[in-house]
């Protein structure tokens, strides 16, 4: 595995590409703050930009680090983040990835979500060498895991009570990806 750090990917109706502090206001007007959209989260709504200038900045300062992986989702018609995905777990002995996500809630339920993790698996299995790529959604979040099998991760599982976001203690569902899984679907033309 050859770990690259956040890069720049281009997929048809956006770019992936490294947060700036300047994308503070931009964040925070299009989900950071929102409750909807932190729902099913570990982390709550941001209280004002304040918040979200220091996390970015703290992201930011993490960039030299190539095992960092946390791209901003911008529309390439609207030109600004409207979400963010990333590596949030890293396991190197067995080469695998930890997918985490989020989308502002005025773009739900229009392909983007799936868009941008397709093109982070494409990157992280075709550049990077990862074997694995999981991730998991609560159980009450089932559009999550659309999202999942949308993207070729096939479910694995449900754990019980094995989780915590803002809604308590939940059970969560466990989809992934092979790198075996992807290649195949490359040559099946998928």
């Known amino acids: 595995m050859q770990h690259r750090g956040t890069q720049i990917i281009d997929t048809e109706r956006l770019l992936l590409r490294p947060f700036v502090v300047e994308d503070a206001e931009a964040s925070y007007r299009n989900w950071t703050r929102d409750e909807r959209v932190c729902k099913y989260l570990t982390w709550p709504p941001h209280k004002d930009v304040e918040v979200t200038r220091l996390v970015l900045s703290e992201w930011e300062a993490s960039y030299s680090d190539p095992s960092f992986y946390q791209w901003a989702i911008v529309l390439k018609g609207l030109g600004e983040p409207i979400g963010s ?35 982070v698996i494409d990157f992280l299995f075709g550049k990077v060498g990862f074997n694995r790529i999981e991730t998991q959604h609560d159980t009450n979040n089932p559009r999550s895991g659309s999202v999942m099998k949308a993207c070729g991760l096939s479910f694995e599982g449900t754990h019980r009570q094995a989780d915590w976001n803002n809604m308590g203690i939940v059970d969560t569902s466990i989809y992934a990806i092979l790198r075996e899984d992807w290649l195949r679907a490359k040559e099946d033309g998928r």
């Open 85 to 119: 995905i990333s590596v949030v777990r890293l396991i190197d002995k067995i080469k695998a990835a930890h997918i985490g996500y989020c989308i502002g809630y005025d773009w739900w339920h229009q392909g983007i979500m799936t868009e941008a993790f397709q093109g």
